[in-house]
């Protein structure tokens, strides 16, 4: 079983770094665009059984996601930060199945199909950024297919991780002995923690390494790059420029 986790920051604040180009209406018009897309293709991928979206202005994401079969976790005030975020959903998720959310269209957030809460042994969560235009089906079954225990989907930099794919039990359960006798000052220490920030697939790296994990990195076209710059648009694909332009046309 598979969870996919996608943060999402409010309308108003996001793709600040375009505001060269794109009025404020356009952005949050783009992150609607973005989200909409990265939800959509885990939706439609296999392996991905539930998606979770974590968020600290949940009335824009239910109207960016609604129609959507997604369940909305609201970040609260005193867990802030990209890291914070994450790490709050995969605690709700792992104490209770149902996510404590609901659904982008207003239904209740239910628990996995089979009955078992989300956070059962042997299940993923897999960490999706929410502004990945290129993103497709094939490259998210890709990371599925990886037996690695932790998958890390580089940007085109080679610095930063778009998506994780990471125990789910890794991060709640204590570590195993193999770990601790690796690195004793583990000794006490929770699971995999998220490494979110600038230098990110070196951190996750060393966080897998440090608690006995191996580690696979994979660097695919739709998985490499984000949309944050200018010069972010100018790397993607025409095909994928054209479809987000339909919808920003002030995208040039």
Request: aromatic share 2%; hydrophobic share 45%; no cysteine.
């Amino acid at each position: 079983m598979t969870t996919a986790l996608v943060p999402l920051r409010d309308g108003v604040s996001g793709k600040s770094r375009l505001a060269a180009v794109l009025d404020a209406g356009s952005r949050r018009r783009l992150v609607r665009v973005l989200a909409r897309h990265v939800v959509s293709t885990l939706l439609a991928a296999d392996g991905i059984e539930r998606v979770v979206v974590v968020t600290a202005d949940p009335v824009f994401t239910r109207e960016t996601l609604a129609g959507l079969a997604v369940e909305v976790l609201e970040q609260p005030a005193d867990r802030p930060g990209l890291n914070g975020a994450l790490e709050h959903a995969r605690e709700v998720l792992a104490a209770d199945g149902t996510a404590g959310g609901t659904a982008a269209d207003g239904t209740a957030g239910g628990s996995a199909a089979d009955g078992t809460a989300a956070g059962a042994a042997g299940s993923r969560l897999l960490v999706a950024h929410a502004d990945l235009p290129a993103l497709t089906r094939q490259d998210v079954t890709a990371l599925l297919a990886e037996t690695a225990p932790v998958v890390i989907a580089t940007d085109r930099y080679r610095s930063g991780t778009n998506l994780l794919l990471v125990p789910f039990e890794g991060g709640v359960s204590s570590l195993s002995a193999v770990a601790k006798a690796r690195n004793p000052a583990l000794e006490g220490e929770g699971g995999f923690r998220f490494r979110f920030g600038v230098g990110s697939l070196a951190a996750h790296l060393d966080e897998a390494a440090a608690h006995g994990l191996a580690a696979t990195v994979v660097d695919r076209p739709g998985t490499a790059v984000d949309l944050d710059t200018a010069d972010d648009w100018s790397q993607l694909p025409d095909e994928v420029r054209a479809a987000v332009r339909h919808e920003v046309p002030e995208l040039l």
